[in-house]
Nanobody, 128 residues
Framework: VQLQASGGGLVQPGGSPRLSCVAS????????IGWFREAPGKGREGVSC????????YYAESAKGRFTISRNNAGKAVSLQMNSLKPDDTAEYYC??????????????????????WGKGTQVTVSS
């Protein structure tokens, strides 16, 4: 399984970048793709997840109301639309997948220990 994340960069406060993650090599139709982030000096934290089966989603409190996760019809490309970015959103953003998982806090929060595969990160820096 390979995950390719893109869409990061330097963004001004209040900006609205869109991150994308394309997954390949997933043999099952039942999986969850999620976004996690890690800022310097902080631990990794879950941001949002979406299920390939029913499109159910999970959002961390920090993401609710500002970020929207979506998937394409094939379910193997996931986007994270981020709005109203703050400097605290500065982090390396990673996408990850868990097979037969659930888009819930137990899978999609914290360090992401339940995720099976990880992609390389994409850096988002929020600064004026």
């Amino acid at each position: 399984v390979q995950l390719q994340a893109s869409g990061g960069g330097l963004v001004q406060p209040g900006g609205s970048p869109r991150l994308s993650c394309v997954a390949s090599g997933i043999a099952l139709d039942d999986y969850v793709i999620g976004w996690f982030r890690e800022a310097p000096g902080k631990g990794r934290e879950g941001v949002s997840c979406i299920s390939s089966t029913d499109g159910s989603t999970y959002y961390a409190e920090s993401a609710k109301g500002r970020f929207t996760i979506s998937r394409n019809n094939a379910g193997k490309a996931v986007s994270l639309q981020m709005n109203s970015l703050k400097p605290d959103d500065t982090a390396e953003y990673y996408c990850a997948v868990v097979l037969l998982g659930v888009a819930s806090e137990s899978y999609c929060s914290g360090y992401g220990n339940r995720m099976d595969y990880w992609g390389k990160g994409t850096q988002v820096t929020v600064s004026s």
